[in-house]
């Protein structure tokens, strides 16, 4: 079988981190909706991944795992591969540990602890190292995969400073670049998508709807960008259409930041 042919969204098995609800969600409709068959991974919204499932029968599992516990991702990998008779062939890193985009309520630089930016560092970049292990035997066996890690465009436009969570999206972007090179020779692809605020997600919804007005007034698309909109764009890198593209980091905002 050739790597477009394998490459097909339809013949994917992928698994989307937090994907029970906010972005997570629209990322999984955007991939059920092209015919792949998605693991919903969750770690508290069981309700949510069941009813998310739900709308795709037969096409959609939900598992509960917490992807910062090596060998729960381990587990929840082998409960995807019985379920669909195939290995994961695409990863999507979006599960983000608990986090309100609230400018107000931001820890600043005299009150910022490393236990804050810990918790950021161990959720994003040891989550997105526990599931690229996870997912190696079965890309390998596969001789095709994608990995595709949920950046944000605030590391270069830092318009509020949310450090913990910035810093951890940064290293994300380093792990991404790092481990293309590492494992572009057996076919695995790994990129990122980085959005700026989107409207609107449960992390989203503490932001002031000022701020939405802000920023769809300095974009030149003059709106801020959905969740829909977003998840479109892991469609490309997972598909066919980026078989060519590894370490790289696509902003997906509106324009509103212009280099990646």
Same mark, same amino acid.
């Given at each position: 079988?050739?790597?477009d042919?394998i490459s097909?969204?339809?013949?994917? &098995?992928v698994l989307?981190?937090g994907?029970?609800?906010g972005?997570?969600?629209?990322l999984?409709r955007?991939?059920?909706?092209q015919?792949?068959?998605?693991?919903i991974n969750y770690?508290?919204?069981a309700a949510?991944?069941?009813?998310?499932a739900?709308?795709?029968?037969?096409?959609?599992?939900a598992?509960?795992?917490?992807?910062?516990?090596a060998?729960?991702?381990?587990a929840m990998?082998a409960a995807?591969?019985q379920h669909?008779?195939?290995p994961?062939?695409?990863?999507?890193?979006?599960?983000?540990p608990a986090f309100?985009?609230?400018?107000d309520?931001?820890?600043h630089?005299?009150?910022?602890r490393?236990?804050?930016?810990h918790?950021?560092?161990?959720?994003?970049?040891?989550?997105?190292?526990?599931?690229?292990?996870a997912?190696l035997?079965?890309m390998?066996?596969a001789?095709f995969g994608?990995?595709?890690?949920i950046?944000?465009?605030?590391?270069?436009?830092p318009?509020?400073?949310y450090?913990?969570?910035t810093?951890?999206k940064?290293a994300l972007l380093?792990?991404?670049?790092?481990?293309?090179?590492?494992?572009?020779?057996?076919q695995?692809?790994v990129?990122m998508?980085?959005?700026?605020?989107?409207?609107?997600?449960d992390?989203?919804?503490?932001?002031?709807?000022?701020?939405?007005?802000?920023?769809?007034a300095?974009?030149?698309?003059r709106r801020?960008?959905?969740?829909?909109?977003?998840?479109?764009?892991?469609?490309?890198?997972?598909?066919?259409?980026?078989?060519? &593209?590894?370490?790289?980091n696509l902003?997906?905002?509106?324009?509103?930041v212009?280099n990646g």
């Amino acid at each position: 079988m050739s790597l477009d042919t394998i490459s097909e969204l339809s013949r994917q &098995v992928v698994l989307v981190t937090g994907g029970a609800r906010g972005l997570g969600a629209s990322l999984v409709r955007a991939f059920a909706r092209q015919g792949a068959r998605v693991v919903i991974n969750y770690l508290t919204s069981a309700a949510g991944a069941q009813a998310l499932a739900a709308e795709f029968p037969g096409q959609c599992l939900a598992v509960q795992a917490d992807v910062t516990d090596a060998q729960a991702v381990q587990a929840m990998f082998a409960a995807a591969r019985q379920h669909f008779g195939a290995p994961v062939t695409t990863v999507v890193n979006n599960a983000l540990p608990a986090f309100k985009f609230n400018g107000d309520a931001r820890p600043h630089a005299d009150t910022l602890r490393w236990a804050d930016l810990h918790q950021q560092l161990e959720g994003v970049v040891g989550g997105a190292l526990n599931t690229t292990q996870a997912a190696l035997a079965g890309m390998q066996e596969a001789g095709f995969g994608r990995i595709i890690n949920i950046g944000t465009n605030l590391f270069q436009n830092p318009v509020v400073p949310y450090h913990d969570y910035t810093a951890a999206k940064a290293a994300l972007l380093s792990l991404t670049r790092t481990l293309s090179q590492d494992l572009g020779p057996q076919q695995i692809t790994v990129n990122m998508i980085s959005g700026g605020l989107l409207r609107t997600t449960d992390a989203s919804a503490a932001t002031p709807e000022a701020v939405f007005d802000l920023i769809a007034a300095s974009t030149p698309l003059r709106r801020v960008t959905t969740p829909e909109e977003f998840a479109d764009a892991a469609l490309f890198f997972a598909g066919p259409w980026a078989r060519a &593209v590894t370490g790289q980091n696509l902003v997906v905002d509106g324009g509103l930041v212009k280099n990646g």
